[in-house]
């Protein structure tokens, strides 16, 4: 089975200093990986995407990841924080035919001024 | 987004009680998925479907149940509610075609039980 692990419950960062969430993944097979965030009481939006193409993979807002099987690991940058971005960040694992999804339990951003 | 709605967006209802959540889909994706959110737990999921009629269990399934009797549509039902079924749920839907791997979700129901 799979399962991910974000590895920081919150992080907290100044407006305009980089932003780093760390996500690592457990897998059986090359997974494909999902970053999503979520504005306080609103749905679920789809940040970016890894699905075995380029390693590097960029998202929305600024948004990138990368991909990196030595480590297991996924983990969410931007280089620049803005006030918008404080939200929470889930990373997401999908099973080997894409039927199910597995969420980590998510990363509050918390944005100061 | 995939054109996704929910309803109820809220509801508050006693132990005991039976509940039935929508959730509608506009995209005739093939696949929909049914998730509660917790905090600490991100989301889990409880349901899913893969066409009309097909059904299979996910992670925390016990005391849950799912219909679709059509494509747009997929119920949730909790048969009896208890107060740990308090909780925000999520649908979700995805296209079957090839490479899209992409779920899309709805704005969540905030389901509380006193």
């Known amino acids: 089975a799979q399962s991910v692990t974000q590895l920081d419950s919150h992080v907290s960062v100044s407006e305009g200093t980089p932003v780093l969430l760390r996500c690592n993944y457990s897998?059986?097979?090359?997974?494909?990986l999902f970053w999503y965030v979520q504005h306080p009481n609103k749905g679920l939006q789809l940040l970016l995407k890894y699905t075995s193409a380029a390693t590097l993979v960029k998202g929305i807002n600024g948004f990138e990841a990368e991909f990196k099987k030595s480590e297991t690991s996924f983990h969410l940058t931007k280089p620049s924080a803005h006030m918008s971005d404080a939200a929470e960040y889930f990373c997401?694992?999908?099973?080997?035919?894409?039927?199910?999804?597995?969420f980590g339990k998510g990363t509050m951003l918390l944005v100061s001024p | 987004d995939a054109g996704i709605t929910q309803s109820p967006r809220h509801k508050v209802t006693e132990t005991g009680t039976p509940v039935t959540l929508r959730c509608h889909q506009t995209?005739?994706?093939?696949?929909m998925y049914w998730y509660r959110q917790d905090p600490g737990h991100g989301l889990r999921l409880i349901h899913y479907s893969y066409g009309v009629k097909d059904t299979d269990k996910g992670e925390v399934s016990d005391g849950y149940s799912v219909s679709r009797s059509k494509t747009e549509d997929f119920l949730l039902t909790l048969e009896s509610a208890t107060s740990s079924q308090t909780s925000v749920y999520f649908c979700?839907?995805?296209?079957?075609?090839?490479?899209?791997?992409?779920?899309?979700f709805g704005p969540g129901t905030r389901l509380l039980v006193l």
């Open positions: 997401v694992v999908s099973d080997k035919g894409y039927s199910t999804l597995t």
């Open positions: 995209e005739n994706h093939r696949y």
């Open positions: 979700a839907s995805r296209s079957r075609d090839r490479g899209e791997e992409t779920q899309y």
């Open positions: 897998s059986s097979y090359s997974p494909s």
